[in-house]
């Protein structure tokens, strides 16, 4: 499995910003989705999962504003990120796996630079 993020940018405080991880190769072997940060100086923190169920969990930083989901096909998770904050600032990487936690799959790092 491939998986392929993309979606960062610069944004002022406040604005919204959609990331989204495509899989690719054998996407029937994921049941779990993650997205982790890693901000400068600091080590790297899961900010949201999911499983294919619909189970979700969210760091307490950025509950009530963001939201993982599934895309629009099988093969792809969104992060909508609202209300951001210059602490949102990181590089923003999507991971994949078989069972949630145990992360087999990792993106390339889409960053995220928060600032007016």
């Known amino acids: 499995v491939q998986l392929q993020a993309s979606g960062g940018g610069l944004v002022q405080p406040g604005v919204f910003l959609t990331l989204s991880c495509t899989a690719s190769?054998?996407?029937?072997?994921?049941?779990?989705w993650a997205w982790y940060r890693r901000a400068p100086g600091k080590q790297r923190e899961m900010v949201a999962g999911?499983?294919?169920?619909?189970?979700?969990n969210y760091a307490n930083s950025v509950k009530g504003r963001f939201t993982i989901s599934s895309g629009s096909g099988l093969n792809t998770v969104t992060l909508q990120m609202n209300n951001l904050k210059p602490e949102d600032t990181a590089v923003y990487y999507c991971?994949?796996?078989?069972?949630?936690?145990?992360?087999?799959?990792w993106g390339q790092g889409t960053q995220v630079t928060v600032s007016s």
């Open positions: 991971a994949s796996s078989s069972t949630f936690g145990s992360w087999h799959y």
């Open positions: 190769g054998n996407i029937f072997s994921i049941n779990a």
């Open positions: 999911m499983t294919n169920t619909g189970t979700t």
